[in-house]
């Protein structure tokens, strides 16, 4: 896929690249003044094994039509760059050549086949391009870059809800420990439990006590397992020490700490730590007080 810029507007384009550098890298090579310049993605340029100063053909189906049949346009390029978007999808199939020389090469004279627009904050978009609607009417159309990859985007999502319910089991089988772990306490607090009864405790002191207890438990857990979460993700976003095979687009692991999904999943902690401490609360302040102390 190659995409034809002009090096004087485009230049945030690729990542690494000022205007004055595009300018050089997509000009005539000043060894051979003959051949201009490309800048390959770095999957691309191994995969076909070459490195800057080599020499390649750039063959476009857009060429001249013979009594032989369509003969397709070709012009010799020399490799100047390389570049690294982190989107293996992009860095294995893009090039970037000279507005003009992408023309010539295409037999379009002075024409453009698309516009790219670039924006400060990419989660904008879907606003943007509302706003261009009534500008640019049909035969124009325009996607943006989550309809690009809305394949993409679409497993994402399915791999977040799988994520969530495979995360709500988890918990729950840690909530079956705490409802275990207070139900043992009622058995071997049966004692204290009929001398508190015998006091004057009322059913709901009892039952306030054991959910205290589970909860102080739970949120203890809940505590630690956000901050050392929210601390794994830190570092993974900032040093992306965990590398992806080249069958995902993302070189390395995408990471974005979303606050909304880290209160919904403490949140959802809570509650079934709080779900949890209903039974054994419940048996305890049920306890018979006479037959506790007869039996305890």
Known sequence: MVRGIDPENSFSLIKGFGPEELKKVLGKDPADSSFPGIILGKDLANSIGVISGDKIILMSPNGIVSPMGNIPSMKRFVVTDTFDSGMYEYDSALAYIDLKEAQQLAGSKDQISAVGIWINDVFDVKTVKSGLSDIFRYPFYMRDWMEINKSLFSALK??????????????????????????????????????????????????????????????????????????????????????????YPFSTLPVQLEYGDVLAIAGSALLICFLSTLYPSHKASTMDPVEALRYG
């Not at 918990?171 to 009622?186: G, K, P």
Request: aromatic share 10%; proline share 1%.
């Open 158 to 247: 399915l791999e977040k809800t799988a994520m969530f319910i495979i995360l709500t089991l988890i918990i729950l089988v840690a909530a079956f420990n705490i409802a275990s772990a207070l139900i043992m306490m009622v058995m071997e607090k049966t004692k204290d439990i009929a001398v508190l009864k015998t006091m004057g405790a009322t059913h709901k002191t009892i039952r306030r006590i054991f959910m205290i207890q589970g909860m102080i438990v739970g949120s203890f857990g809940t505590f630690l397992g956000t901050v050392s979460g929210i601390i794994v993700c830190y570092f993974l976003k900032k040093y992306d020490f965990i590398q992806l095979p080249d069958a």
